[in-house]
Nanobody, 124 residues
């Protein structure tokens, strides 16, 4: 069993930066791939980024590539999402999720455990 708690969301101006954290409990967290998803009001949840269990493999949605960076510190049971050059269209609730390292990780159903989300609002 893995429990996930996101933090770091908030209100930021366009062009600014935020770093989200996803803190996990559970001894086996380091064996899971972790993804970040987001859901804007009235829209479907969408994939943002994914990192493998070891951290040596990452990939991103085209909409955030070059602006967002996902990383992890397994010693701290934490995954991060550094978000730079934020745009108003990045406004959403952001969720982290943990799932099998064997799955691609770009779909919600690739993940077994989810956090409660943290709100990011980017003003223009």
């Amino acid at each position: 069993q893995v429990q996930l708690v996101e933090s770091g969301g908030g209100l930021v101006q366009a062009g600014g930066s935020l770093r989200l954290s996803c803190a996990a409990s559970g001894r086996t967290f380091s064996s899971y791939a972790v993804g970040w998803f987001r859901q804007a009001s009235g829209k479907e949840r969408e994939f943002v980024a994914r990192i493998s269990w070891s951290g040596d493999s990452t990939y991103y949605a085209d909409s955030v590539k070059g602006r967002f960076t996902i990383s992890r510190d397994n010693a701290k049971n934490t995954v991060y999402l550094q978000m730079n050059s934020l745009k108003p269209e990045d406004t959403a609730a952001y969720y982290c999720a943990a799932g099998s390292n064997m799955l691609p990780g770009y779909k919600s159903y690739h993940y077994d455990y989810w956090g409660q989300g943290t709100q990011v609002t980017v003003s223009s």
